[in-house]
T-cell receptor
């Protein structure tokens, strides 16, 4: 693989279900990010990780959790999905102070 | 607070020049980024400015004035494939990107 991959590409989920969005990068970047993008709004940061083993909360962290067990993977978990979490989710990575590179996104619909 | 402002939508003609403006207010400043995003796709990096002045990269140029909290993206010789949203983002003192809502650019033949 080259760059950042995300899975699944899209998902329809019943409210109350648990869901993990996967993100893997092979660029050995230290920092990784999860954003959500909603129509008419800018990208909003959910959680981030500056290096493996550490995570931090972004602008809209409620209802989401992350882990960073190694450099390459940064999964995002919705413990109990709600309709307001319907969005497009982008994972990104960077060498912290440098340019962020984005994965292809996951389109999530919560019914 | 932190805020990024850019126009919601702009229309231009194929072959022409268009300037997309962005004003920013963030806690600290570590650079101004422009990204391009085609519908249904991920944002892709276009340019980065941290010093005042103009950075030229082919048909695209980006300008920064730190004292005014202002940047613009200049697109020359517009092509139909330039139809996309253009996202302005300021990197704050924590090296986090603060994003504008994006400017949708419509190119007409």
């Amino acid at each position: 693989i080259a760059g950042i991959t995300q899975a699944p590409t899209s998902q329809i989920l019943a409210a109350g279900r648990r869901m993990t969005l996967r993100c893997t990068q092979d660029m050995r970047h230290n920092a990784m990010y999860w954003y959500r993008q909603d129509l008419g709004l800018g990208l909003r940061l959910i959680h981030y990780s500056n290096t493996a083993g550490t995570t931090g909360k972004g602008e809209v962290p409620d209802g989401y959790s992350v882990s960073r067990a190694n450099t390459d993977d940064f999964p995002l978990t919705l413990a109990s999905a709600v309709p307001s979490q319907t969005s497009v989710y982008f994972c990104a990575s960077s060498d912290r102070e440098d340019t962020q590179y984005f994965g292809p996104g996951t389109r999530l619909t919560v019914l | 607070g932190q805020n990024i402002d850019q126009p919601t939508e702009m229309t231009a003609t194929e072959g022409a020049i268009v300037q997309i403006n962005c004003t920013y207010q963030t806690s600290g400043f570590n650079g101004l980024f422009w990204y391009q995003q085609h519908a249904g796709e991920a944002p892709t990096f276009l340019s980065y400015n941290v010093l005042d002045g103009l950075e030229e990269k082919g048909r695209f140029s980006s300008f920064l004035s730190r004292s005014k909290g202002y940047s613009y993206l200049l697109l020359k010789e517009l092509q139909m494939k330039d139809s996309a949203s253009y996202l302005c983002a300021s990197m704050d003192s924590n090296y986090q990107l603060i994003w504008g809502a994006g400017t949708k650019l419509i190119i007409k033949p």
